[in-house]
């Protein structure tokens, strides 16, 4: 019998959840921590923090420093294009450098020991204080709310990490690359992590990141203790029994690769000639997140949000020319982004339009109604109750604002974001504008 791609997928998912919860279910039921080693540092997993489709999220402590990490394993089971698809999130994370944007530490694409495909590793810092839906949460829990001053300070953070993204300038020179459509982000970061683990670009080392701000996450994140082999180390399967055994190769030897071919390797030396061209100059290239909720804002130590979850993240405007470029956005946007959360035009996406950051400015509206309220607007029963389904609550705008306390301010902010017409929405600018202007009010 053949299953459909997507039952594939979720067996697939399945299957490698199954794994993963059994790795962390026997290190507690053998009183003994499962241990992850990459590059000569020996990593205790203390706890899961989370997990997604084929993620899962670990609480690590390096040690040798007693340091804690956040330390996220994605499975790669159908080898290197799902490598290319997690690498996206890598590049992401680099790409965009602000206080409100969640930081990389470090990465490692490691063979799965079991034998199905890769897994690559981000090493984060971790929020002990959780997501925003945690927070939710908490206050459901509690019968409690947010005082409407720090839910807008909260959502101003997570807008001007959006602003980043949305008003990103790209050397002029490396845009060009095409990066709208699923294939081609998947091309894109191929030759992109190519570059990165592959030695040197632009005639200078590379490791971990771009700019001086790298030489800080050099001191923030362990080093290999010096066992002699340039960061690449193999601990093979004999190795004790709660250790995982794994190639690392998240500092290889330059020159050497992750995936083979000559192909590649003309293109890297491509990709490295036109950054060495590049004139410093910069040009407006918009990014949208695709999938931000409240699930993908922490909350750090000071109580700033800081924005994560890149896995979805593209190049926002991508015109869409004909029926089947509209199906892909669509299947893209239902993978990649959450319901309640996820812009009315791309439920139904029309030939002849272009989709741009305005999907993100739906999110952002569905985000603070649910600060405000503990879900999203489009995720109550009533709606469904009704008999609508929530396709169709989105598409036409249709919810309601609970009774509340919050100011007459709170709600127009809400009310402009969720605007079914994108064009009828305001930008990330005006957004910012409006939400300082609620919380001057309110001081
Ligand atoms: N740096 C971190 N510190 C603390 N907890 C974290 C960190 N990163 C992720 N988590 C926890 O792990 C969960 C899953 O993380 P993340 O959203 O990156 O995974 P995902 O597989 O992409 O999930 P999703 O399917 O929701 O998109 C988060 O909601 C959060 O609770």
Redesign the pocket.
């Known amino acids: 019998m053949s299953l459909t791609p997507q039952l594939n997928h979720t067996l697939e998912s399945l299957k490698f959840q199954l794994k993963d919860a059994f790795w962390a279910l026997s290190s507690c039921i053998c009183q003994e921590s499962a241990k992850v080693k990459i590059n000569g540092r020996t990593f205790k997993v203390v706890k899961v923090?989370?997990?997604?489709?084929?993620?899962f999220?670990y609480?690590v402590q390096d040690e040798h420093s007693g340091r804690q990490f956040?330390l996220?394993k994605?499975r790669c089971p159908s080898g290197n294009e799902d490598v290319r698809q997690a690498m996206r999130e890598v590049e992401a994370y680099r790409r965009f450098k602000h206080p409100n944007i969640?930081r990389i530490l470090d990465s490692a694409v490691v063979q799965d020991p079991s034998g199905d495909g890769q897994i690559v590793y981000l090493f984060?810092?971790?929020?002990?204080r959780?997501?925003l839906?945690?927070a939710i949460n908490a206050n459901l829990i509690n019968r409690s709310q947010f005082p409407e001053k720090e839910m807008l300070l909260l959502f101003k953070g997570t807008c001007e990490a959006v602003r980043a993204m949305h008003d990103y300038q790209a050397p002029i020179g490396t845009s060009t690359d095409p990066f709208s459509s699923r294939q081609n982000q998947s091309q894109h970061a191929k030759n992109t992590n190519h570059r990165r683990l592959s030695g040197e670009v632009g005639g200078r080392p590379v490791t971990h990141g771009e700019d001086d701000e790298d030489d800080e996450e050099d001191e923030l994140f362990p080093q290999p203790e010096g066992d002699g082999d340039g960061g690449y180390s193999y601990h093979g399967a004999g190795s004790s029994r709660s250790t995982v055994p794994l190639v690392t190769k998240s500092r290889p030897d330059e020159g050497e690769t992750i995936y083979d071919g000559d192909e590649e390797l003309s293109r890297i030396q491509r990709d490295a000639a036109r950054d060495n061209a590049h004139t410093g100059e910069t040009e407006l290239v918009p990014y949208a997140h695709r999938?931000l909720k409240p699930?993908?804002v922490?909350i750090a130590d000071n109580g700033a949000a800081i924005l994560?979850?890149f896995?979805?993240c593209m190049k926002a405007r991508v015109k869409i020319e004909n029926r089947s470029q509209a199906l892909l956005q669509q299947d893209i946007a239902a993978e990649q982004s959450?319901m309640a959360y996820r812009a009315p035009e791309l439920f139904d996406v029309k030939t002849g339009v272009t989709i741009d950051e305005k999907v993100d400015i739906w999110s952002l509206g569905c985000t603070l109604f649910a600060l405000a309220y503990s879900h999203s607007p489009f995720e109550n029963t009533q709606t469904t109750e009704q008999g609508g389904s929530i396709a169709m609550a989105v598409m036409n705008a249709q919810y309601k604002h609970p009774n509340s306390a919050y100011s007459q301010g709170l709600k127009d902010l809400i009310d402009a974001m969720l605007k079914a017409d994108p064009q009828q929405r305001p930008d990330i600018h005006k957004v910012l504008e409006m939400t300082e202007n609620a919380i001057r009010r309110l001081s």
């Open positions: 923090l989370g997990e997604g489709g084929f993620s999220v609480l956040a996220k994605i969640i984060l810092p971790l929020y002990k959780g997501n839906q945690d999938d699930g993908n922490m994560m979850d896995g979805s959450t």
